[in-house]
């Protein structure tokens, strides 16, 4: 919490598919070790957003995209290869995708793409990001099973160790709750509360009540326009800014 | 309606039942009576025609087909899969569906012409580069192979690659893994058994093929000693002895003999790769 300058900036972000705008005009800062939450209708641009963070809305063809997105006070379009950016920030998708390979690569796959080799390094991240990730007692013993065969609660788990796997210092999910019972889901919220401590974090969430829950900041946006973006306590009671934002909160539309 | 669709599907299976039945009942009497098994297949001397000391060893047959579609598949092989990581990972829209065009274009050039071009361009090529004292070889064969196979092993491979659920690129992309690491680390385990009936449908292309080798590989029954050596393949000699033995003679059933150790081979390749793309679907 030195230095004051945002986490990540938005400015005036604009995406279009194939000429159809997803997002608009969009400004928005992300705090440093804040928990934002990101909420709106399907379809309203959040998982567009993310893309933008970690530039992987590049590998859309039919994307199109003007303004910029600084990381760290660097405009990420700076970056001449992505990937460098990409180990920046840990992305978790809405259904867990465990890469066709065992427990332990897919937690070390991130560092071992990134050129570590050393056994000892690669044993230590193991074990750090699957406590990390709260699955740790759970899979201790099956490190060698292919990622595929744990349940589904553990395999979004999993994708959170696999996320956290080069000290990211940011976290971006999507709606990672989605395929996932409540009692993990509440495991991942505790998991997400202790990572804040030294992570940005960044949730989009269909669930209003996760984002009151979990986030200490939260944007509504709407068809690609950011609604408002203001503090919970603001967000989830009367005097919101923007009367949608009372009434999407309240369930009354969305 | 749907009748027609049977009968077609069940003559399909005929058909096959039928052309086995006849080579096979063809070659019978050779295969049971006539053939000393053990010459049949570890003696490299063919010379089913000659007068004194007829000799029905097909060794030097198969050696010349394993040599050929060996070095067919090492050319194959990385420019079959190359090309469909290429097509299926580094291109898109109009470029992409140009290529693949172009590829099942090469699919449609007839045999024939491979042969061609093997005898006329291939051949004073090879010559001329190696020194050597003939331009028909294995290395002729095994080039004009190896680029007949291409566009068969590209397509089921790029549909392999394709098969592969987006979900795992981006995850891997994401994780800050570049394109080539993810073709290399995730797409290629991942398609891993496609990837290999790509190429047992190529291999089993290659070994099948008569006309091309036929017109590229020269003539010498002999178990090649380099790449430079004149061989000959099994169904070159099927096809170059046939039009000139007599219906029912020995040297006749000894060809049907050598077209069902073809149809074992091909046969075997082609069930080997069924059983991996069915493992696949399985899991
Ligand atoms: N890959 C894509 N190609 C074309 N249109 C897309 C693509 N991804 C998203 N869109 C469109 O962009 C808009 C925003 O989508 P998205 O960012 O996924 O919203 P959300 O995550 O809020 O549901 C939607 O209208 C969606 O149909
Ligand atoms: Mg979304």
Redesign the pocket.
């Known amino acids: 919490m030195v230095s004051a300058s945002p986490m990540i900036e938005v400015e005036n972000l604009s995406v279009n598919?194939?000429g159809?705008p997803?997002l608009d005009q969009l400004t928005l800062d992300v705090r440093r070790n804040e928990i934002l939450a990101v909420i709106?209708p399907?379809?309203?641009?959040?998982?567009?957003l993310l893309n933008c963070i970690n530039r992987m809305i590049e590998t859309?063809p039919?994307a199109s995209v003007s303004g910029t997105v600084k990381v760290d006070g660097h405009n990420v379009a700076e970056y001449r290869d992505p990937s460098l950016l990409r180990r920046r920030i840990g992305m978790v998708f809405p259904l867990p995708v465990g890469l066709p390979m065992t427990v332990y690569e897919n937690v070390t796959f991130a560092p071992r793409m990134a050129g570590e080799k050393d056994r000892t390094v690669l044993d230590e991240t193991v074990q750090r990001c699957l406590k990390q990730s709260a699955l740790w007692d759970e899979v201790k013993d099956r490190l060698d099973d292919l990622g595929t065969r744990l349940s589904g609660g553990q395999q979004q788990r999993l994708t959170i160790a696999r996320a956290l796997s080069l000290n990211p210092e940011i976290l971006c999910l999507d709606e990672f709750s989605i395929a996932v019972d409540p009692v993990t889901t509440m495991k991942i919220e505790e998991v997400l509360k202790e990572l804040n401590e030294n992570m940005t974090i960044v949730v989009v969430t269909n669930l209003v009540l996760q984002a009151k829950r979990l986030a200490h900041r939260t944007a509504l946006l709407l068809r690609g326009k950011l609604v408002e973006v203001g503090d919970n306590e603001v967000i989830f009671s009367r005097q919101t800014a923007d009367a949608r934002t009372f009434q999407y909160v309240q369930g009354l539309f969305g | 309606m749907e009748f027609a669709i049977k009968a077609s599907g069940f003559s399909a299976i005929f058909f096959v039942f039928a052309i086995f039945f006849f080579v096979f009942s063809t070659a019978s009497e050779f295969i049971f009576e006539k053939m000393d098994f053990v010459e049949f297949l570890t003696s490299p001397e063919w010379y089913p025609t000659s007068l004194s000391n007829k000799r029905y060893g097909t060794l030097a047959l198969l050696a010349g087909t394993v040599s050929v579609t060996g070095l067919a598949m090492l050319i194959a092989v990385p420019l079959g899969l190359g090309s469909a990581l290429f097509i299926s990972e580094f291109t898109s829209g109009v470029v992409k569906e140009g290529l693949k065009i172009t590829i099942e274009l090469l699919a449609a050039i007839p045999s024939v012409v491979w042969g061609f071009i093997g005898l006329a361009v291939m051949n004073p090529l090879i010559i001329e580069v190696f020194d050597a004292p003939i331009g028909l070889n294995v290395l002729n064969g095994g080039i004009i192979l190896g680029l007949m196979s291409v566009p068969i092993m590209t397509t089921i491979a790029e549909d392999a690659l394709k098969a592969v659920p987006d979900s795992y690129r981006e995850a891997s992309l994401a994780l800050g893994a570049t394109r080539w690491q993810t073709a290399h680390k995730v797409l290629f385990p991942a398609a891993r058994s496609g990837l290999l009936a790509a190429v047992l449908l190529g291999v089993g292309r290659a070994i099948g093929e008569t006309m091309a080798v036929l017109m590229a590989t020269g003539h010498a029954v002999q178990i090649p000693g380099s790449p430079l050596d004149s061989v000959r393949t099994l169904t070159a000699t099927i096809a170059a002895e046939l039009g000139e033995t007599a219906a029912g003679s020995d040297h006749y059933q000894a060809l049907f003999a050598v077209g069902v150790l073809l149809f074992l081979l091909t046969f075997g390749v082609n069930l080997a790769a069924d059983l991996i793309v069915r493992g696949r679907s399985a899991r």
């Open positions: 598919y194939a159809k997803a709106g399907a379809n309203s641009g959040k998982t567009t859309i039919s």
